[in-house]
């Protein structure tokens, strides 16, 4: 009996395993795909030109003709320069709310909660009107300071993860004539690595997946990130979707990277939240 509950555990998990894959398996079996192939009566998942001389042709005409490579590298610069200076910010401000005392700490950090419940379309026309006060139009500028500016959630993650490293260990270096800062960059952040994984993966994430700001502030192509670059491929009369799953398939190879590159780091930080209390 026990081992048919285990069979029949297993095969649930493998079907919702195959849920979860299949459409980005497809996603990357039409990207190999014709226009035509693509809208023909019988799909088929295995493209008709595989190991053929046209198989990468899709890819040339996105890499080539439409110059996605360059999004692509819009996109990292703006996604991973906006990770770095949101991890800054909200680890310097997390150990401030975890570990310095000052008045009014409390409210100020409860009123930086709530600013989680406002969307960004409610704040988009001022920061739009302060962005062309400062000349930040047609830059990077507004798509990356807002998103190092504005850490709630960061500073709530890392507030949470610093309150539980034990007050010994702070006191035994206080009494070794450490500072605050010090105290900072050589005792607490060394032990935050799962906190600053988990932060970077879903900051990177964020800013990469982001449309409503490019769209806003970006006009010059030369400018345009993946997800605008994405965007040429759906037009008024028609989507060119063997063209549009090629470019999805290029821009979602940087977020696998850098989730491998920290897996390690954000699974600790989730098994260790998973067993705190």
Not at 39 to 56: A, E, G, H, V, Y
Not at 146 to 163: A, I, N
Not at 237 to 259: D, F
Request: with cysteine.
């Amino acid at each position: 009996m026990r081992v048919a509950r285990k069979a029949l555990l297993y095969l649930l998990l493998c079907l919702v395993g195959l849920s979860t894959v299949f459409p980005f398996l497809w996603m990357v079996s039409t990207s190999f795909k014709t226009m035509n192939e693509v809208f023909s009566i019988r799909p088929n998942f295995i493209p008709r030109n595989l190991l053929t001389d046209k198989m990468w042709d899709n890819y040339q005409t996105i890499l080539v003709k439409h110059n996605f490579l360059r999004y692509v590298q819009n996109s990292l610069f703006v996604a991973t320069t906006a990770a770095f200076g949101q991890l800054v910010a909200c680890s310097l401000s997390g150990f401030a709310f975890a570990r310095m005392k000052f008045a009014g700490k409390e409210i100020l950090f409860g009123m930086l909660l709530a600013t989680l419940m406002i969307p960004v379309e409610v704040t988009i026309i001022p920061e739009y009107l302060i962005m062309l006060k400062l000349g930040w139009y047609n830059t990077f500028l507004p798509l990356i300071v807002p998103s190092m500016l504005v850490g709630s959630f960061g500073t709530f993650l890392f507030r949470s993860f610093f309150e539980n490293i034990p007050t010994t260990l702070e006191d035994a270096a206080f009494i070794d004539g450490v500072n605050s800062w010090q105290m900072f960059y050589k005792i607490f952040l060394p032990n935050a690595k799962p906190a600053i994984a988990s932060l970077f993966i879903i900051a990177f994430m964020n800013n990469w997946n982001d449309l409503l700001r490019p769209v806003i502030y970006l006009d010059s192509e030369h400018l345009w990130t993946a997800t605008m670059g994405l965007m040429q491929f759906k037009g008024n009369y028609g989507t060119q979707w063997h063209l549009l799953l090629t470019g999805s398939v290029i821009s979602v190879i940087p977020l696998i990277a850098v989730y491998i590159a920290m897996q390690r780091y954000f699974v600790e930080g989730m098994l260790g939240s998973g067993m705190k209390g």
